[in-house]
């Protein structure tokens, strides 16, 4: 038996490779919870 | 005065478009309804200012992306989050002048039965605020039901919003797995999740099934309807052919209540002039819900894996980056969606994806073959879409396993991707008892035609007794 990994028979959707308008960069940072300049800040990895 | 716990989408376009009432009227109307009985229901978490516009109010189920207003999932790990972007579901509501009235109380990341697992508390039943509203979209199911929204868009990923339509009374459709963008949406299981319409009547849900079906190129899953959405007329059923599966008839755990009624129901489908006939569903229902508990938890983990207090969300306080993580996650999520990440990372750990997730994909394929043979025969399926009624809150918190069973009867079509419509069919217990129309795939017209037939018939009063002027 073949596995279903979706339930409609679809295969290979295409899209015409132009180019959109993406999130500006503050609304993509809109929500982050610190932020350094155009960056998401995290806390410093361990010393491990 | 505009009667909310009457009033049909169809008949307020009615009233908008004949200049009989404004936009802003009919806003205000619902506003004053949730600020009259919310406060009892708890069925909204976010209830939106009015922004002027001229067209029909509508609720959104909280999984559901908005920009501007907040989207939390019914999880902590959201509190304070606000989309940038619209869904694009949202985007359709708007494009037909649909005006978001709020946001509704969901099972936190959609995974339960009775909204319980809302980080912000639960919903109350309009019939009886002492008991569940069904889940996880029960916000939206009771805001239907008790005249706070003329309808409202719910998510459903194993009965989310079959259920809590049938525990509440109204009309709810899981649409066809793909013709409903999931853009935007709060994800918990991608191969089983699908948006779509709660109402107070068949026309109503058919109606906001048209407004959002259709393909969308930001979701590589959906696909074009082949045939457009017809808004059932005729209460003729001559000629279709209803199968009666035994297992999701007689199931145990069926309450007498709910299967007498649905049984009433069945009768008069038959007097309407459809062909009733017995089948069989075995595979699917002894091995739908365990292979669901496999496949929902496993697309869960993965999916809940970018909570990571790094981009939005909740963030907690520490100093070093790995204990952040740790200690966002572990504060941010409850009981539910860490025993399915701890479920499903496991079901897909090195050594038993191929025993657990993959085994589970084959079981779904018989799932599947299994629904299809019997669509050779019969046009539509139909069973009890919740085996009980409304369970009083707090019956089944304590036990995870009692909970799941609610899902039962709507689990296997889901696996299948099928479309399936819970219509109210009578009382049981004072409380209303939902029967399931499952057809084949893109056959929601179907389903529309039969449900709309039943629903004449049958004359169901969807306003709550309580509530009854």
Request: aromatic share 6%.
């Amino acid at each position: 038996v073949p596995p279903t990994s979706h339930p409609l028979e679809v295969v290979n959707v295409w899209e015409d490779d132009e180019p959109q308008p993406c999130l500006p960069v503050e609304e993509a940072l809109a929500n982050a919870p610190e932020r350094d300049g155009d960056f998401f800040k995290v806390p410093p990895g361990g010393a491990g | 005065v505009i009667d909310t716990l009457r009033l049909t989408a169809e008949e307020a376009k009615r009233l908008l478009d004949a200049r009989e009432i404004s936009g802003a009227e009919l806003f205000a109307a619902y506003l004053d309804a949730i600020g009259e009985r919310d406060g009892e229901l708890h069925c909204f978490l976010h209830v939106c200012e009015d922004s002027g516009g001229d067209g029909l109010p509508i609720a959104l189920k909280d999984v559901i992306g908005t920009k501007g207003i907040p989207t939390t999932a019914g999880s902590k790990i959201l509190e304070g989050y606000v989309p940038v972007y619209d869904s694009t579901v949202v985007e359709r509501l708007k494009a037909h002048g649909l005006r978001i009235l709020g946001k509704t109380n969901t099972d936190e990341f959609a995974m339960g039965s009775s909204t319980e697992n809302s980080a912000f508390g639960p919903s109350h039943n309009p019939w009886d605020p002492t008991r569940v509203p069904g889940g996880s979209g029960g916000g939206s199911a009771a805001a239907v039901s008790a005249g706070l929204a003329p309808w409202a868009l719910g998510s459903d990923t194993g009965g989310s919003i079959k259920q809590p339509s049938a525990l509440c009374g109204n009309v709810g459709l899981r649409p066809t797995y793909g013709t409903v963008s999931r853009y935007g949406i709060v994800a918990f299981a991608s191969s089983l999740d699908q948006v779509g319409p709660v109402a107070r009547t068949v026309r109503d849900c058919a109606f906001l099934y048209s407004i959002i079906a259709g393909r969308d190129p930001c979701d590589s899953t959906t696909v074009e309807l082949p045939h457009p959405v017809e808004l059932p007329a005729s209460e003729e059923v001559h000629g279709l052919r209803v199968g009666v599966p035994r297992e999701l008839n007689e199931a145990e755990g069926i309450e007498p209540g709910v299967a007498a009624a649905v049984r009433a129901a069945v009768a008069k489908l038959e007097e309407l002039g459809a062909e009733v006939g017995e089948c069989s569903l075995p595979l699917s229902v002894e091995y739908g819900m365990p292979c669901y508990y496999l496949i929902a938890p496993a697309e869960a983990s993965s999916n809940l894996a970018r909570y990571d207090g790094v981009r939005y969300g909740h963030r907690a306080a520490a100093a070093e980056r790995l204990e952040m993580y740790k200690q966002t996650r572990e504060e941010g999520f409850g009981d539910e969606p860490k025993r399915r990440i701890m479920v499903g990372t496991y079901a897909l750990s090195a050594g038993y994806y191929d025993a657990y997730y993959g085994q589970a994909q084959k079981v779904r394929t018989v799932i599947k073959r299994e629904h299809d043979a019997l669509f050779e025969t019969f046009d539509a399926l139909v069973s009890p879409t919740s085996p009980t009624v409304a369970f009083p809150l707090g019956a089944r918190t304590a036990d995870p396993l009692a909970m799941y069973l609610s899902d039962l009867l709507t689990i296997p079509s889901c696996m299948a991707g099928l479309p399936g419509l819970s219509i109210p069919c009578g009382l049981s217990e004072g409380l209303p008892v939902g029967l399931q129309l499952v057809g084949p795939q893109f056959a929601e017209n179907t389903l529309f035609r039969i449900g709309h037939a039943l629903e004449q018939a049958l004359g169901f009063d969807p306003v709550p007794e309580r509530l009854r002027g």
